[in-house]
């Protein structure tokens, strides 16, 4: 039977990719008490990357909220994973850290990170409010536009 996130993802015709393999020597979360770490996930939809390139050059602020959305379905998916298929266990979304390939000018960081604050809001209401940080960095892995990691705590 679905839970109430699962029923409420299929009601806003929001779909998760199939939780990635890692490609390097890490783990996609960790579990540590009451606290789920998510490593990084980036613009890659069911083995399709995504978003190549840089905002700024590239991407305009709405591409990189897509791409920054993309990297949280990402999270989900991996969290959904390792929680066993409940997302309902999710007490709260406690923190983001959204990394931005960009241009040295570009600096509307935390706007493209709204893809994904929005994202987690979308799915978990207020328990989806969280503390973020937003860095604007030269590149990212592959030549990604965005990287999402994630911390929530967990019931």
Known sequence: MAGRIDKLLAEKKIELPRAAAPVANYVPVVMAGHLAFVSGQVTVWNGEFRFIGKLGQEFAVEQGQQAARICGLNVLAQLKAALDGDLDRV???????????????????????NGVSDLMVEVFGDAGKHARAAVGTNVLPLNVAVEVEAVFEIA
């Open 91 to 113: 007490k709260r979304c406690v923190r983001l850290g959204v990394f931005v390939n960009s241009t040295a000018d570009f600096t509307d960081q935390p706007k493209v990170a």
